[in-house]
């Protein structure tokens, strides 16, 4: 599956972005989701994921409650809703794709990045 991540930009603290992720070249429904995240000089990490039927949602404590994944299976698209942004939000966000969401953090297909930056 290809993925094609898109929706970043410059977004002051307390504002929101809604990330996209188009999905094509197999089934999206066979494919649990997830957005990852490498901030400046730092290591990507887990930020959101959500299964193959879009019933079930985790997230990284540090976005709980700020951030939503959703997915729409009509436009093969997984959306990242970031809310009440914080500069410490500022990263290159990925979406990621695997069969199953137990195995989401070792995910067998990678988006290319879009860049959000949140200026204090």
């Known amino acids: 599956v290809q993925l094609q991540a898109s929706g970043g930009g410059l977004v002051q603290a307390g504002g929101s972005l809604r990330l996209s992720c188009a999905a094509s070249?197999?089934?999206?429904?066979?494919?649990?989701m997830g957005w990852f995240r490498q901030p400046p000089g730092k290591e990507r990490e887990f930020v959101a994921t959500i299964t193959r039927g879009g019933g079930y949602t985790r997230y990284a404590d540090s976005v709980k409650d700020r951030f939503t994944i959703s997915r729409d299976s009509a436009k093969d698209t997984v959306f990242l809703q970031m809310n009440s942004l914080k500069p410490d939000d500022t990263a290159l966000y990925y979406c990621?794709?695997?069969?199953?969401?137990?195995?989401?953090?070792?995910?067998?297909?990678w988006g290319q990045g879009t860049l959000v930056t949140v200026s204090s």
């Open positions: 070249g197999r089934t999206f429904s066979s494919y649990a």
């Open positions: 990621a794709a695997d069969r199953s969401i137990t195995t989401i953090n070792r995910p067998g297909y």
